[in-house]
């Protein structure tokens, strides 16, 4: 792939950074990547970013947890070898199903909030050795950084950066990955 | 300052004007003879399929050693003498429970909506104990809604005792000497389920809630004038209080006004499970009334955020509601002791669709219904779960109290729905006027603006 130029602005207080990301919006420039120390409040809303549907895939992976829960005792505990423990009515599913409710519960808590953390991983491309994206290592300590893709209009960009108060700018070459 | 729409009014008088006319039909056709009941139950034997032969078995009901009685000849002797004496017992225990009939409609009733006030008391103090910053511009629905608190716990109180003195004891056999006299457990009990004791206790239970009420109600109107906090640190200082309070008494008014309708059964945390079914109710009934104050247009300041936080209350709570009461109901299933299990074999077996149906209303479709966050805040959505849930704790209330007044012979008729009627006529009434006494926002309170500005 050949090398892209971006422009990087950073800036040092998190409200500074919200209006120039409002300003840079209203100003139709695509906004690649936003580097923050800590979450900013309402800044996907001020970059536009779609919410986050993985509540959805956590409520999922709970019906999953709660379907493996009932399957399994079913199985075990009513199918294949419904011995009288104590005197619990082991002859269906329904007749013993509060003793079964502990597991019910705690697999579909167990289903819905490992899958969930894994998809996060997984989407948001996290894993041990994995190489650190970080264009600025000041962005982790106090600092924020807008990433702007250019396309010749470097001069431009450069002055409507300035002028939102950005204390440095700089045109960088990007390996496109 | 909200003014009193004529139409809700005229809505709230006939309410209590029907209710009225249901409970006192209740009453008037609970009055059966000997012969009447007898009369009934050959009829029902015939049609209805051995039901008479079911209910003298049954365990619930008043006089359980008389049913035990009546168990105990059906098995035993078949002889004339002792069949006449088991058949005469077991149609005056249905007399007694059709006469227990719109006693224990009313108390369902009237219980129901005095826990809605009460939770909602509860509610606000821990708002104000907390320094919540959301739900101050609902602090004056909250203190609307516990304006009912006196009036609907004196009803309580007074119902319990009347049926005890006027009445047959229609409610609490404990208050019954004759059946205290052949009750070994009930007199081993006799030292706490007395009538004075009982009476004592209710009115100390009541004179603490609404002397909180009332001084936290004058120290939030008097800290919208005031020149300093020192009205918000006062209440500050009682709400903390009052809630050390709340628990002890709350508790023991479980034991004293429902868990004592079954004097030999008993459970250690149903203080909290009544706990979380007033909560709940207490604060879905905050969302409702603010909704329509709001689209009525007299809250401008609350916006779907604050509907939101109660929506999720709502929802916390009901799922809290479902832990207690799994929690009662599996531990006694599971050991499975005669003493305790008894309270929800004859709940099995003769409510099983109020029984289970309340766990429907009060648990799954909340569950589902409110977990979304945006459905949260969409106020139809809110209204139609909380009218659900509202139905759901008052058949929780329901289940707790018919089962040991009337056993098998429950319906939901013209006395229970025309005590409904009575009781919501009179709640609206107190409640809207109430909130017509003082400005919808607080002013003066510190945290005021926060909540003004509250978005999530």
Known sequence: MEASKVIHAIYTDDDVLMSAVKKVKSEKHHIEEIYTPFPVHGLDKAMGLEPTRIAITAFMYGLVGLTVAIVMMNFIMI??????????????????????????????????????????????????????????????????????????????????????????????????? | MYTFSNKLKTFSIILVVLGIL???????????????????LEHEEHHGGGHGEEASHATSGHDTHAVADTHGNNHGNNDAHGGEDAHKKHVEHVMHQIANRPWAALYVA?????????????FYAIQIASQAGWSPVLFRVMEGITAYLLPGAVIVLLIAIASGTIGHY??????????????????????WLNLTGFAIRGVIFIAGWVAYRHFSRKFSIAQDTAEDKSYFKKSFRISAAFLVFFIYTESMMSWDWIMSVDP?????????????????????????ISIYLKSRGYLEFVNENHLHDVAKFMFAMSIFWTYLWFSQFMLIWYSNIPEEVTYFISRFNDYKLPFLGMVVLNFVFPILMLMNADYKRIP???????????????????????????????????????????????FIFVVFTALTKAPLLVKGYPFRKESEDFHY
């Not at chain 1, 003793?99 to 991983?121: D, G, Q, R, S």
């Not at chain 2, 249901?22 to 009934?40: A, D, P, Q, R």
């Not at chain 2, 009237?110 to 509860?122: D, E, P, R």
């Not at chain 2, 139905?391 to 025309?418: C, K, L, Q, S």
């Open chain 2, 22 to 40: 249901g409970v006192g039909y209740g009453f008037m056709t609970s009055h059966k003879s000997f012969e009447e009941v007898e009369t009934l």
């Open chain 2, 264 to 288: 030999h059964w008993f459970s250690t945390l149903f203080g909290w499970y009544v706990f979380a079914s007033m909560f709940v109710s207490g604060i879905t009934v905050i969302a409702l």
């Open chain 1, 79 to 177: 199918k294949d070898w419904p011995q009288n423990i104590g005197g619990k009515p082991s002859f269906s599913y329904i007749e013993n199903m509060p003793a079964f409710v502990p597991i019910m519960f705690e697999l579909t808590v167990f289903f819905a909030a490992h899958l969930m953390v894994i998809t996060f991983y997984l989407r948001s491309r996290m894993w041990p050795f994995k190489k650190a994206e970080n264009p600025d290592p000041r962005t982790t300590d106090d600092h924020f950084l807008m990433e702007i893709a250019v396309h010749g209009n470097e001069n431009e960009l450069q002055s409507l950066l300035a002028e939102t108060g950005a204390v440095e700018i700089n045109i960088v070459d990007k390996e496109a990955h």
């Open chain 2, 170 to 191: 229609n409610l609490f056999i404990w208050m019954d000497p004759d059946v205290v006299a052949h009750d070994k457990l009930i007199q081993g009990k006799s030292g």
């Open chain 2, 110 to 122: 009237a219980f129901f909506f005095m826990m809605i006030a009460l939770g909602c008391l509860a």
């Open chain 2, 380 to 426: 139809w959505f809110v209204v139609m779960t909380g009218l659900v849930i509202l139905f759901g704790h008052y058949i929780d209330i329901f289940n707790m109290i018919m089962p040991a007044t009337v056993g098998d012979r429950w319906f939901i008729g013209i006395p229970e729905i025309g005590s409904i009627l009575l009781f919501a006529g009179l």
